[in-house]
């Protein structure tokens, strides 16, 4: 039977990837992501899970085993954050077009400098187009279910790609939350052993990560496009399957109380938990906002978000990163080019929000949809809005 | 001793391998000394073997899509990785075996990279692979400069040596920096095998990769290899440059098996240095006070490797 108990998220998502099965974990530490490799190399310690647990001297190097242990043939995981994800980057783009499975799990926190160990989106936007599967959770349950669900998606020959599963550091990785951990055998059935169409195997060889001259190179990454954007199919269905199973049902896009919606918030991750609550108080006193929250980054879902709008006038979309000098955040960015001229669709203004561990409170939401309103009257005179800055 | 040597019992001209799993075809330089050397590697492993290529020379030639040279399964990722990708590889087939996944049959784990990707940019990759201490082999083909993006200099390239990034000028000799002594860095790391092997000894060589191969946990093999392109040398006398190499002491061959120093090849009555300089157009413009420098520096460096042997 799945039993519902109180832990921190960081060792439940590791009790997950136990309950996948993993097989190859080389892992680097870096705060906040420690919680949940410390908890695997333990479970290997003791016997509790059969894997190889390869404690790197880099993250590079960790993304470089993953490349290794899954072009072998083994179920692959590993963790990071920030600085650790950046010094990864060279790789990351690597196993995506080499359609390699892995998942990942990233502890969300600020980019240096100033250094911070603190939460926000900043890494992960670093990596938006490295080709990677994306999603973003919203809390310890949730993080749990879609670590089993970035598994089953990123081994599923049809998909074969890497997989991206963001936690907000410390506000997700490190609080302790009621957790129903689901059963081994339940896990099993959703998620077979990975079977891999080609891997290394002396009994039958093949040539993996070869030169792509101009001739092909184009070819290469279009074909690594459309296995993203077919993947979306593949992702729905085993959100499917995995509601038939544990009983909880995920989309790429959840509306909050959305019917009759004038405002809309935009939020990703935890923060999205308080913007329910301020959405609450907000219908409370009488005003008609709701929010959407978008679960799956990459493939961006297009289709679901444009019907998830409904009638709402007004988009306020929250971003958790500051790219300077750019037009706006980056969330804000894929909107505004996901409605540009679609008739009828609403005003989207972009706020940035919650840097570096600033708590993005109640307060905070109740502010950023006065300030959609009046730019819906108005026209701001920037194309972004920071919030909550002390001496502006 | 290493118990896996006993069975071995060595190639010898008779007996060696005659299937080739580095096919020719690829798009190597004519007179190229590493492909040389990595086709004898490949013969000394035989085909129970993963190969994983960093960025370079071997792997451009090796492996335009759709062509590829190699019988092996093979995979490249990056420049610098190729320890840590054969890390994950091995890790994965421990697993896998231990699971019932994949049969028990022992496979070779080979990295493979030239000396930049080996000495320079590499060698924190390579550093913890070794002190992880998977069951793998890595061997260094050192052509002694960064041959792939035009012979720039790398901390292999010899003392004197033109490269396009160490160009001699009014003010400037060539490389100001003697050979970073890569073998040594790899025996600082308490591995059981380490070995330098040139293609000029086609058979010292094979038999070295082999037992590279056998020896449990890391092995490191360094290859001298002669680049005709780069170093402004005949393409036709690659293998004779690779021996004087050896004969003038400039590139001694020796095994370092459990941390004890054995010279493969005592050079009793070397050459004079110069006359290998010759032979290479990177060298052409050093005057006789350079040349008498590399002589002695290559002899006080000859003479410590003879006393690290004797201490055993």
């Known amino acids: 039977m799945s039993k519902r108990v109180g832990i921190e998220v960081s060792i439940a998502i590791a009790e997950a990837v136990g309950l996948a099965r993993a097989e190859v974990i080389p892992a680097y530490p870096i705060t906040p992501q420690t919680h949940i490799v410390e908890h695997l190399s333990e479970m290997v310690a003791n016997g509790e899970l059969d894997a190889e647990f390869i404690p790197v001297e880099s993250e590079h190097a960790a993304m470089s085993c993953c490349c290794g242990s899954s072009a072998a043939g083994a179920r692959t995981f590993t963790s990071s954050s920030a600085q650790g994800l950046s010094l990864m980057s060279e790789i990351l783009y690597i196993p995506s077009t ?144 995995f509601a038939e199973i544990f009983g909880r049902k995920y989309n790429p896009v959840e509306s909050y109380r959305t019917e009759d919606a004038e405002i809309l918030l935009v939020t990703m991750g935890s923060i999205s938990e308080t913007a329910m609550t301020a959405v609450d108080a907000m219908r409370d006193d009488g005003q008609k906002v709701g929010l959407l ?50 008739p009828g669709a609403p005003k989207i203004f972009s706020f940035v929000a919650g840097l570096g561990g600033r708590d993005v409170t109640v307060a905070r939401f109740k502010e950023i949809v006065d300030k959609a309103r009046q730019f819906a009257k108005k026209r701001p005179r920037e194309l972004y809005e920071v919030i909550g800055v002390r001496e502006k | 001793m290493i118990p896996e040597f006993e069975k071995f019992k060595g190639f010898k001209a008779k007996n060696l391998p005659k299937e080739e799993l580095l096919s020719s075809g ?105 002190e992880r201490g998977h069951d793998f082999l890595y061997v260094c083909l050192d052509n002694e400069a960064y041959m792939n993006t035009g012979v720039q200099r790398s901390g ?106 054995i010279i493969s090849r005592k050079i009793t009555k070397p050459k004079p240095v110069e006359e290998y300089l010759k032979t290479q157009r990177r060298f052409r413009h050093l005057d006789e006070e350079h040349i008498d420098y590399i002589q002695r520096r290559v002899d006080a460096e000859y003479e410590k490797l003879l006393r690290l042997a004797e201490m055993d």
């Open chain 1, 293 to 342: 929250r978008i679960r799956l980054w990459r493939p961006f879902p297009s289709q679901e978000f444009r019907k998830a709008i409904g009638k709402a006038k007004v988009l306020a979309v929250v971003d958790r990163c500051l790219p300077p000098g750019a037009v706006c955040g980056p969330v804000g960015a894929e909107i505004r080019s996901l409605l540009y001229k679609i």
């Open chain 2, 156 to 261: 292999c390239t010899p003392y004197g040596a033109m490269t396009t990034t160490s160009p001699p000028g009014k003010k400037s000799f060539g490389q100001v920096t003697w050979k970073k002594n890569v073998p040594a860095i790899a025996v600082a790391h308490n591995i059981p095998y380490v070995a330098t092997a040139s293609p000029a000894y086609f058979l010292d060589l094979m038999n070295k990769v082999k037992k590279a191969a056998l020896v449990k946990g890391p092995a490191y093999v360094h290859i001298y290899s002669p680049c005709p392109t780069g170093w402004g040398s005949a393409g036709e006398r690659s293998v004779e440059i690779a021996r004087l190499a050896v004969e003038t002491k400039v590139f001694p061959l020796y095994e370092v098996i459990e941390g004890r120093y």
């Open chain 1, 98 to 241: 080499m359609r390699l499975p892995m998942v990942m799990v990233v502890a969300n926190r600020a980019m240096s400098a100033p250094i911070s160990i603190w939460n926000d989106h900043q890494d992960i936007m670093v990596q938006r187009d490295i080709g990677w599967i994306q999603t973003f959770a919203e809390n310890g349950q949730e993080a749990v279910d879609l670590t089993l669900h970035a598994f089953r998606v990123a081994e599923d020959r049809n998909v074969s790609l890497p997989f991206i599963v963001n936690i907000d550091g410390f506000t997700l990785s490190h609080v302790i939350e009621p957790i129903e951990l689901p059963d081994q055998e339940d896990v099993d059935k959703f998620l077979p052993p990975f079977k891999p169409r080609y891997k290394l195997d002396p009994r039958r060889p093949i040539t993996m990560g070869p030169v792509g001259i101009p001739e092909v190179y184009t070819e290469a990454k279009v074909a690594h496009d459309m296995a993203m954007r077919k993947a979306k199919r593949y992702i729905l269905k085993a959100w499917d399957e």
């Open chain 2, 26 to 130: 690829h798009r190597a330089c004519q007179g190229c000394g590493e492909v040389l050397a990595l086709r004898m590697v490949m013969k000394a492993l035989g085909k129970d073997v993963i190969v994983c290529n960093a960025t370079g020379c071997m792997e451009i030639i090796t492996s335009p899509y759709p062509h590829t040279a190699w019988n092996v399964p093979w995979i490249h990722i990056a420049f610098e990785n190729a320890a840590a990708v054969a890390s994950g590889v091995e890790s994965a087939r421990r697993v896998l075996a231990r699971k019932g996944k994949i049969p028990k049959k022992h496979v070779d784990i080979l990295a493979v990279g030239g000396d930049g990707a080996t000495g320079d940019i590499g060698l924190q990759w390579i550093s913890g692979a070794f």
